[in-house]
């Protein structure tokens, strides 16, 4: 296709998502535009879904396989097996570069980055794929996805050019859907970081204890207050500061992928938590061990004091999610006041039990717990 029929498909894409009704049409009307303008044979758009750690699939759009509806009501993947979208976002975007689309293949991956999507793609009979990402307002919102069948012509770099020329008008599209849905998003989500905030942290804990008293679900809190945030503002001003916050964020969300159906979530402030419901506590604590290595890593910050509370320890009877706000939020205290590179997990720990204890039930404002320590 030559610049003029690229120009002429990026007009027809633009009007399509225009004169689509609803929020759903304008998604498919996004991949079908985009695979046309790519000459591909399937097409897909994707959310990073910031508080489950997950690409989470809208729309399959065109040749689809088995298993591949149009619209999947429950098809996503952890952001740890495909974490191109974070690291662009807290490694490139941040340092003054913009998204950039990239091409795979079936025979292998993108250079430097396992082969994850040629294995799906030699999976499904399709022989090349381009990857776009989708941003909006400055922020990783998704990835566009256009794929040719085995046999075709394979993509290249000019055909990454123009998807992430594709990709920007698909965010512009999807923006006004976006504003659309602004208010309810805000109820529940840290508008930073993208996060889940503490509003949909008490009504997840709040359903998971009650998965607990009723089928005995493990469920685990982990609480982490980030190092160096008031350094970075004080020092490199409150813009660096909020960069820290949400390279964090981007962190916690990729680790919070690997515990299925985890909730990641900023309390306020520097403190972020993780709910998880169902997997054990040792694996808990070993993705929370995964989660201080990797905030270790961080360009600007200092690291993170991490807090585990979960069912599965001998922790006693949990009745309210206080309890077990507590439990998390007395070993996070001591893994900051012992500048810990490891998490403190409450359970496995009897001087943060009688921390914990020693607070007063009715004392509900977690500061206020804390300066008793």
């Not at 991949?31 to 303008?37: E, K, S």
């Not at 993108?110 to 381009?130: F, N, W």
């Not at 905030?197 to 679900?217: F, Y």
Request: charged share 30%.
């Amino acid at each position: 296709m030559g610049v003029d029929g690229r120009l002429r498909a990026v007009v027809s894409l633009a009007q399509a998502m225009a004169a689509a009704c609803a929020p759903r049409d304008s998604v498919r009307a996004a991949a079908r535009g985009a695979r046309v303008a790519m000459d591909g044979s399937f097409a897909a758009i994707s959310a990073w879904e910031r508080e489950r750690g997950s690409l989470r699939v809208l729309v399959n759009e065109g040749e689809r396989r088995a298993g591949e509806e149009e619209f999947p009501e429950d098809e996503s993947y952890p952001v740890h097996d495909f974490p191109e979208i974070t690291e662009f976002l807290h490694e490139r975007w941040a340092g003054g570069g913009g998204p950039h689309a990239w091409v795979e293949s079936a025979g292998g991956g993108r250079p430097g980055r396992p082969g994850r999507r040629g294995e799906a793609l030699r999976r499904r009979g399709r022989g090349t794929c381009v990857v776009a990402p989708i941003v909006l307002s400055g922020r990783a919102w998704g990835e566009l996805y256009v794929a040719r069948d085995e046999g075709l012509p394979d993509f290249d770099d000019d055909d990454a050019e123009f998807a992430t020329v594709l990709a920007a008008v698909v965010a512009a599209g999807l923006a006004q859907n976006e504003r659309l849905e602004e208010a309810r998003r805000l109820a529940f989500t840290d508008p930073l970081t993208g996060l889940a905030n503490r509003r949909a942290v008490d009504m997840r804990l709040d359903e998971a204890l009650e998965e607990h008293r009723r089928a005995g679900a493990v469920v685990s809190l982990v609480v982490c207050d980030l190092n160096g945030l008031k350094r970075v503002n004080d020092t490199l001003g409150h813009a660096m500061g909020d960069r820290l916050l949400e390279r964090f964020g981007s962190v916690l969300s990729l680790c919070g992928a690997m515990l299925p159906g985890a909730l990641v979530a900023r309390l306020g402030g520097d403190e972020f938590c993780l709910v998880s419901v169902g997997p054990p506590a040792g694996e808990v604590v070993r993705v929370t061990e995964e989660l201080c290595l990797r905030a270790a890593e961080l360009e600007l910050g200092e690291g993170v004091a991490c807090g585990v509370a979960s069912t599965g320890d001998p922790i006693g009877l949990v009745k309210s999610s206080r309890r077990l706000f507590r439990l998390a939020d007395a070993a996070q205290y001591k893994a900051k006041a012992a500048r810990s590179p490891k998490p403190v997990v409450a359970g496995r720990d009897t001087a943060v039990m009688r921390l914990a204890d020693a607070a007063q039930e009715g004392v509900g404002e977690r500061r206020r717990f804390r300066g008793r320590a």
